[in-house]
């Protein structure tokens, strides 16, 4: 089996900081820089030009993604230095052939890329017979955080095509491995290298890893672990940057200070100081919930206090939101329990017994539904429609691992405004 190809996809905004990227990148073994279509749409062909002369030893690609003009875009990504030109495979037939003339006419070859198509198999035959280069097995950005796989794809298309595969979307070191495994010959990596704040230690470990291609034995794991393993991972401010910013309680802080509480919400409406749904709802929750309290926004008395969380920590309740206030603070904080409120106050009310568990609620200003995600810290408290879960999930890890890469470039010296060209960026009136 021939050396497999190891493409790193630029999918950045900023020109400095993908010729930096790459350079990193390719000391860690990338052998091809993919412009990605984000810094094409951001610098224009003049992210092509620049990276080809900064890196005359290797094969630029410009992942035009062609839609129409099939000659003309490929002839200016061609001219500006490109080896290799995407194209969406779902192109009509007519702007495939046009981009294939050019590609022949101006000496580069073409990548049909697969997002997005109804019958990849059949259609990766057809762009094969009308003379493209490689076929990219790629599910997009969006498409993987609701859960769909590039190594899937990969498998169905594995000895069908003809020409050589690429794959794209989502991978890592481990399932860039399984990809050369699975018959692909060049393996495309964007998010997992170029968002790591050691961009050279990301790209060898995959450049190690589709050297010894192997298919390693995968625990399967529901979607609701899945969802928890990431949202413990993250943070409740990254979850709201997952949500376009959405989905944050007003007002409510952690009692114990560094505490985290993560999971399907419980919901109870109750009056003010009434605390006899709070305490039932303990014995309705399951391990791993978390009890949400609406109180009806009353701060004078507390429906919850040290004993009520002394038997939610004993039955693994994962932690306590609360529209009101909580007393006892001086226990729940030894008990380390995550209990979020609006105030904290002595004096408890009368386990009266109105209110109701498990209906839709306002709470800190938000709806919560009982099954909604709960992801709380520090920072406060943000809700996540369960729907969404998975792929809100999967957005707060991208918003770590972006993140990651700019903490380390401000550490370099840089500061947050040049990371992220906030001038350039200011929204045009
Ligand atoms: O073309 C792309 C998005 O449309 C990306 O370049 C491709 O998906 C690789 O990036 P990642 O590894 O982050 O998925």
């Given at each position: 089996m021939a050396t497999p190809t190891l493409q790193v996809a630029l999918d950045l905004l900023e020109l400095d900081r993908a010729v930096e990227i790459a350079d990193e990148a390719v000391r860690g073994g990338a052998d091809w820089i993919e412009v990605g279509t984000p810094l094409i749409k951001s610098e224009g062909m003049q992210a092509v030009r620049t990276l080809r002369e900064r890196f005359p030893g290797h094969e630029i690609v410009a992942d035009m993604?062609?839609?129409?003009?099939?000659?003309?875009?490929?002839?200016?990504?061609?001219?500006?230095?490109?080896?290799?030109?995407?194209?969406?495979?779902?192109?009509?037939?007519?702007?495939?052939?046009?981009?294939?003339?050019?590609?022949?006419?101006?000496?580069?070859?073409?990548?049909?890329?697969?997002?997005?198509?109804?019958?990849?198999?059949?259609?990766?035959?057809?762009?094969?017979?009308?003379?493209?280069d490689y076929i990219n097995a790629h599910v997009g950005i969006d498409q993987q955080m609701i859960g769909r796989s590039s190594l899937d794809l990969l498998r169905r298309l594995a000895g069908e095509t003809g020409i050589p595969i690429a794959v794209a979307g989502g991978l890592d070191a481990e399932t860039a491995s399984e990809a050369v495994a699975a018959g692909a010959s060049v393996v495309i990596v964007g998010g997992n290298i170029v968002k790591a704040a050691d961009v050279t230690g990301a790209a060898r470990r995959v450049r190690e890893a589709i050297d010894r291609p192997e298919i390693?034995?995968?625990?399967?794991?529901?979607?609701?672990?899945?969802?928890?393993?990431?949202?413990?991972?993250?943070?409740?401010?990254?979850?709201?940057?997952?949500?376009?910013r959405k989905g944050a309680m007003a007002g409510v802080v952690s009692i114990c200070g560094r505490v985290k509480a993560v999971g399907r919400a419980v919901t109870v409406r109750t009056l003010a100081g009434d605390w006899a749904k709070p305490v039932e709802a303990i014995d309705v929750a399951g391990p791993g919930d978390v009890l949400v309290v609406s109180n009806d926004g009353g701060t004078s008395v507390a429906p919850w206090g040290e004993l009520a969380t002394h038997s939610a920590k004993n039955r693994g309740i994962a932690g306590v939101v609360i529209d009101g206030a909580v007393r006892d603070v001086d226990d729940i904080r030894e008990m380390k329990f995550p209990v979020f409120a609006t105030a904290t106050v002595p004096n408890a009310g009368d386990p009266k017994g109105l209110g109701e568990i498990n209906t839709e609620i306002a709470c800190c200003g938000q709806e919560v539904r009982p099954g909604d995600w709960i992801v709380a810290d520090e920072s406060g408290v943000v809700v996540v429609p369960r729907e969404r879960a998975y792929e809100v999930a999967r957005r707060a890890m991208e918003v770590r691992k972006n993140e990651e890469r700019i903490r380390e470039e401000i550490r370099r010296g840089r500061t947050l405004s040049e990371v992220s060209e906030l001038l350039k960026w200011e929204k045009r009136h």
């Open positions: 993604k062609i839609a129409d003009t099939g000659a003309i875009e490929v002839e200016m990504a061609a001219k500006s230095g490109a080896g290799v030109v995407c194209i969406l495979a779902d192109a009509d037939d007519a702007v495939i052939v046009e981009a294939v003339r050019s590609a022949r006419k101006y000496g580069v070859r073409l990548m049909a890329d697969l997002i997005n198509v109804a019958d990849p198999v059949d259609r990766s035959r057809e762009l094969a017979a009308l003379g493209v390693r034995p995968r625990e399967e794991e529901s979607r609701d672990a899945a969802i928890r393993r990431l949202f413990e991972a993250v943070s409740a401010p990254n979850v709201t940057d997952g949500m376009h």
